[in-house]
Every structure is written in C-alpha cells, then in structure tokens.
C-alpha cells in the first residue's frame, strides 16, 4: 500500500496564477482533509471531506477550494494565488468503517512558494 | 472552541536526557488522543494513542505518554533521547460529539537532541 500519496512536491507560482493539488489515498478512508503548515502555526484545516462528493470548510478556507469526485481523491484549487498561500501543503485521511480508528494517516507534503 | 496547548515551543537536550513535552485540552468530555512526530523534512507520524483503558499508553520508538483526566493532559515522555529524536512533536485531540473525526492539532514543539 502506497498509503497517502500528493502531487507535486514542490512548485513555484506567480501572484495570480492558479494550479491544482491532487491527494490519492489507497486505505479506502471515509475521510479526507487539507492542511496547511507554518513556521510556528502548526497544521490549520483548510477543507475536509467526509465522503465522496462531500466537502466542507475548516479554518482557514478563503481562497481554496477542494473537490472528492472519488473517493481516493481529494483535490485542493488555488484559483488566483497570492503569497500569502506559501505555505507547506498537507492531506490526510482517516476512517474507515472497518477498522473505526481515528487517527490521520499524513502524505508527504507539498511545498508551495508564491512569488 | 476547543482547543490543544503544547506549552513548550522549543526544547533543547543533550542525549541521554529524559524527555517530557506537556500537552492539554480544553474539553470535559470524551477524547481521543495523539502524538504524532514530524522529522525535518517529513510528513507526521503516528508516534502513540490513547482510546480507552490503560492511561499509559506506550508507542514506537521508547516513547509513552500518559493520560491524566482530571488534569486535561497528555504529556509526552521518554527517559533517555538520542540525537535521531530531533523533530518537532505534535499533539492532537479528538472530541467526541459533531466533527467528531477531525483532530485539534496543538501548534507543535520542537525537539533539538545536541550529541
């Protein structure tokens, strides 16, 4: 099992221009997240998905937005990127009806860079 | 809103030291808990939880943590650290009750083991 997979790993972006993350999970988890990281700010929500075709807002939703077209996928959209959205980019995933267990699984990150 | 404080930002040890990082939460009722280690460089992972029963609950890599209801804690323990634990620690809460599958992340502490 890959567990949680995230493309890219990296990327630089200009202010304004738009790019997609895409998250892939492979534990058949009912629930999906996005975080962000910052130095000194931990790890804020973004958006979360409880199911396919489900979404919902975190802490931090302005300016993104995510979709679950399937339920190994949870894509997250910046339309119009500003600097202030460089950041550390992480998904997660949780639950399945299965195993009942809480805990996040985390994939590798992406980092983000907005000039 | 509930909430998790992890008390110390920044800890700095020489190897052989004991360890503890202090972790509490802000809700009376049922909780899930969770420490989740970030090595430079990496994605989180699950170092302990705590669902139910013993409320010392041991984890990889020498690490325990024991939960301590009437005070709110978790706190984070190991007896001896090496260099190899220099990370920054996570703790993160599940309440139970609406949202109950997402997790309050505290804002992290980090770890520098000096040989």
């Known amino acids: 099992n890959a567990g949680v997979t995230q493309t890219p790993k990296f990327r630089v972006l200009k202010t304004g221009q738009s790019m997609t993350l895409l998250c892939a999970q492979d534990?058949?988890?009912?629930?999906m997240y996005w975080y962000r990281q910052d130095p000194g700010m931990g790890l804020r929500l973004i958006h979360y998905s409880v199911g396919e075709g489900t979404t919902a807002k975190g802490e931090v939703p302005d300016g993104y937005n995510v979709s679950r077209l399937k339920k190994q996928n949870f894509l997250l959209g910046l339309e119009s990127a500003a600097p202030s959205q460089t950041s550390v980019y992480f998904c997660?995933?949780?639950?399945?009806?299965?195993?009942?267990?809480?805990?996040?699984?985390f994939g590798p990150g992406t980092r983000l860079t907005v000039t | 809103a509930q909430s998790v404080s992890q008390h110390n930002h920044h800890v700095i040890l020489s190897e052989a030291a004991s360890l503890e990082l202090g972790c509490n939460y802000s809700?009376?009722?049922?909780?899930?808990l969770f420490w989740y280690v970030q090595y430079p460089g990496q994605h989180l992972q699950l170092l302990l939880k705590?669902?139910?029963?013993?409320?010392l609950v041991k984890g990889i890599k020498g690490f325990e943590a024991e939960f301590i209801k009437s005070k709110f804690s978790f706190n984070l323990r190991k007896p001896s650290v090496q260099w190899s634990d220099t990370a920054e620690y996570f703790c993160a809460v599940r309440y139970s009750g609406a949202g109950s599958y997402q997790l309050t992340f505290g804002k992290g502490t980090k770890l520098s083991v000096i040989p």
């Open positions: 705590y669902f139910s029963g013993d409320p």
């Open positions: 809700y009376g009722g049922t909780v899930n």
């Open positions: 534990m058949n988890h009912e629930y």
């Open positions: 997660a995933s949780s639950y399945s009806l299965t195993g009942l267990s809480y805990e996040q699984y």
